[in-house]
């Protein structure tokens, strides 16, 4: 296998295609290492949207459906997924946010039952010595 080695982003600055920007090898500049490979960025983009486009308005054999529709299904359904999920976690706050109020009345009144056994405990104290 030879060496792997990343096309470059050029800037055309001929004449016949000024700033146009093109893919090339990295030795572009030096003649004997070029492997020639060269492509204009806009041509290959188009070429990209293209495919983008056919593959979209394919046509599924099986089921004679358009793929574009099951993408727009597969949002729909996901958008359903994410606000059943999101009312799942808004329950499962509320719950938590009862079981914490709950907690909170038992600790006040367990706080109410010290103070009340140690004003009896006091008065009985007083009482006795009195």
């Known amino acids: 296998m030879g060496l792997r080695l990343y096309a470059i982003l050029y800037k055309s600055r001929t004449a016949s295609n000024p700033n146009r920007i093109f893919f090339g090898c990295p030795f572009f ?9 060269f492509v204009w960025l806009d041509e290959h983009l188009k070429k990209i949207r293209v495919m983008e486009s056919e593959a979209l308005g ?4 099986v089921g004679g459906v358009d793929i574009e ?6 949002q729909e359904l996901e958008e359903k997924i994410q606000l059943v ?23 006040k009144m367990s706080m109410w039952h010290i103070a ?3 004003v009896v405990f ?5 009482i006795l010595k009195w």
């Open 29 to 37: 500049k030096v003649k004997e290492r070029c492997c020639r490979y």
């Open 122 to 126: 006091v008065v009985a104290v007083c």
């Open 69 to 74: 529709d099951h993408v727009v299904r597969s």
């Open 116 to 118: 009340l056994i140690s």
């Open 85 to 107: 999920r999101s009312q799942e976690l808004e329950k499962k706050m509320k719950e938590l946010e009862r079981k914490l109020l709950c907690m909170e009345k038992e600790k």
């Open 58 to 61: 394919a046509v599924d054999d």
